[in-house]
């Protein structure tokens, strides 16, 4: 067989690497094939096992990020839930958790994971949630086992320059109605997310528009004059701002954080999985949990102890996980062990903390710390 020389897109793709296509509409890649040069049947590459079918293993596997901003908060993670990662050396690509017999942990890149929980080379991993949706495309057998591991915020926003025609655009609406849009010259996106990007697009009515691609920096895109907008992951806001761009309203498409997803294969069909995905998220709830509550301790006056918790117990957010534990306040007065204050200790959720700090103030106790 001939040499392989190009690359295409199935069906007929106007996704470019940053050299716009003049064709309008919306493009939804499905498949990357390479061609032989003199050969006519187009040669199909997949992602992982060429036969789409995991060779036989007993091991589950469980795929890690190997590099990037995910990797080290990731394993970071895991000790924390006393599942460490036994790496011999950071080059090595396969590691073991001593806590959880028959399990690979697996180091891949992030998009690559997804691929090859799809091709059913990986049973179990840690990725971002935009990772899931763009290299999953809907697939029906990743199941998010866990949604929210707290880490890797971000989102995946349409950003446009805040200079030139889009001075006065704020929102995707006023983007749509633009006059300039015609199919002769579409809106041009800058994207990594060639799936996720159109179809926000189409959901969100945007007729003519092309996307074009490019690995990292695509913040540039707009200045260099390749693109009109991006569509990329913003978590602070730097770069975008940096760069002379904006978010709009109605511009954002996902938001992200790490998630444990695992492949419906796997979990139904090979032995092991369900039960390490049982004790990995038991482990990971019980840390979350932990790492999400603060214990609020308040001293406050009251006849008695019962009085106190009345009046703490009147305020939703202070109830604590199963009430407020209460307890009397010795001091001497003239002479005499009196009680004047009750010590009051609650655990608070992180989200609900300045809330439950307002009601402390709103039930007049007379100090407190967290
Ligand atoms: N600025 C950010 N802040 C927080 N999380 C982010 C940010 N950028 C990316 N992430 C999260 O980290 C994941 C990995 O990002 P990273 O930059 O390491 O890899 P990548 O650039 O997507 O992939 P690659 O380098 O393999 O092309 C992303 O999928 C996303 O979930
Ligand atoms: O809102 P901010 O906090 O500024 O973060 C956003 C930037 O972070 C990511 O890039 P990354 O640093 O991963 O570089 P990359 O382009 O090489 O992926 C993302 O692609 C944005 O460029
Ligand atoms: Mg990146």
Redo the contacts with the bound molecule.
């Keep these: 067989m001939s040499a392989l020389t190009t690359v295409f897109l199935l069906p007929t793709a106007s996704i470019s690497d940053f050299s716009p296509s003049s064709s309008p509409g919306y493009l939804f890649p499905t498949k990357l094939a390479i061609s032989c040069c003199s050969a006519t049947a187009p040669v199909t590459v997949v992602n992982g096992n060429v036969e789409n079918r995991s060779y036989e293993r007993n091991e589950v596997r469980l795929g890690l990020p190997s590099k990037?901003?995910m990797a080290a908060d990731t394993l970071d993670l895991l000790k924390d839930c006393q599942l460490s990662v036994r790496q011999v050396n950071p080059r090595q690509y396969v590691a073991e958790i001593p806590q959880i017999a028959n399990l690979e942990v697996w180091f891949q890149r992030p998009k690559d994971i997804v691929r090859k929980l799809i091709s059913g080379d990986l049973d179990l991993g840690i990725v971002g949630l935009d990772n899931v949706k763009e290299y999953g495309q809907g697939s029906e057998d990743l199941i998010l086992v866990h949604d929210t591991l707290e880490y890797g915020d971000?989102r995946l926003s349409l950003a446009i320059p805040k200079y030139g025609i889009f001075e006065n655009i704020n929102s995707l609406e006023e983007l749509a109605r633009m006059p300039q849009w015609t199919s002769e010259r579409p809106l041009r996106v800058a994207t990594?997310f060639t799936y996720l990007g159109p179809r926000f697009m189409e959901e969100n009515g945007l007729k003519h528009v092309t996307f074009s691609t490019a690995?990292?920096?695509?913040?540039a895109a707009p200045a260099m004059g390749i693109a009109d907008a991006i569509v990329?992951?913003?978590?602070?806001?730097?770069?975008?701002?940096?760069n002379n761009l904006k978010e709009i309203e109605g511009g954002i498409i996902l938001e992200s954080q790490a998630v444990f997803v695992a492949s419906k294969k796997s979990l139904i069909q090979r032995k092991g999985v369900l039960d390490i995905t049982h004790e990995m998220i038991e482990r990971l709830e019980a840390h979350l949990r932990a790492a999400g509550q603060f214990t609020v301790t308040a001293n406050m006056r009251g006849r008695s102890a019962e009085e106190v918790a009345e009046r703490i117990l009147s305020q939703t957010s202070l109830s604590g996980l199963q009430g407020p534990t209460v307890s009397p306040v010795f001091c001497k007065r003239d002479g005499k062990v009196a009680v004047e204050y009750y010590a009051i200790v609650i655990c608070v959720p992180k989200k609900a903390l300045y809330k439950s700090v307002q009601q402390l103030r709103a039930v007049r106790l007379s100090s407190f710390y967290i």
């Design positions: 990037g901003r971000c990594g690995d990292g920096a695509l913040e990329d992951l913003v978590s602070s806001g730097t770069t975008l701002r940096e």
